[in-house]
């Protein structure tokens, strides 16, 4: 299904340099598909003085007004994450993100409901979904989701407090720089 829905659109690809590395954001007309972030920066490399900028790197010549916004949006966060939450999102295009499916509404929940700053534990946002006894669901979701930072993933952490795992254990510490980059930054 998810060649289909892909085949339908013409897809460009835009990569950022970010303080969290590479970023590709692909995206046709219709909306973003998906956010990568490619962890190609060592975390020794990501300090607090390393430029909170975020610039295109490669891309073609041509984007689509959703792909432009997308880019917008991602600048303004890295640079001033105050500044992000009044631009408007781009629209999504990714089949994950259409019809009424658990994961849809999870992921539709954190993005309007958990703003920055502010974290919310897996089992909250299961409840806030609609089903309090889907958190390992919630879990999934929060793996499935094909535009990090824009929907904020990062931003559900475990009951007890702890931050939890990020694209699947590996980007911990992304997780960690976001969450405090939005403390710093954007808090009031």
């Known amino acids: 299904m998810k060649k289909l829905w892909e085949s339908?659109?013409?897809q460009k690809t835009i990569s950022l340099l970010s303080p969290l590395?590479?970023?590709q954001v692909s995206g046709c007309e219709n909306g973003v598909h998906t956010i990568q972030i490619l962890m190609d920066v060592a975390p020794a490399e990501r300090s607090a003085a390393a430029s909170l900028g975020?610039?295109?790197n490669d891309g073609p010549a041509e984007t689509s007004p959703e792909l432009q916004r997308c880019v917008e949006w991602l600048q303004a966060y890295f640079s001033e994450p105050r500044t992000a939450g009044s631009l408007p999102l781009p629209g999504?295009?990714?089949p994950t993100l259409q019809g009424d499916t658990f994961t849809s509404r999870v992921l539709q929940v954190l993005l309007r409901d958990v703003k920055l700053g502010e974290t919310v534990s897996y089992k909250r946002l299961a409840e806030m979904a609609g089903n309090p006894r889907a958190v390992r669901a919630v879990g999934g979701a929060m793996r499935k989701n094909p535009v990090p930072?824009?929907?904020p993933?990062?931003?559900?952490?475990?009951?007890?407090g702890q931050s939890g795992p990020y694209m699947s254990g590996k980007g911990d510490h992304?997780?960690?720089w976001l969450l405090t980059h939005e403390r710093q930054t954007g808090a009031g």
């Open 8 to 10: 339908q659109c013409t």
């Open 21 to 23: 590395g590479t970023i």
């Open 54 to 56: 975020c610039v295109v």
């Open 92 to 94: 999504f295009h990714h």
């Open 149 to 151: 930072l824009l929907i």
């Open 153 to 160: 993933c990062h931003r559900v952490i475990s009951s007890n």
């Open 174 to 176: 992304l997780k960690q």
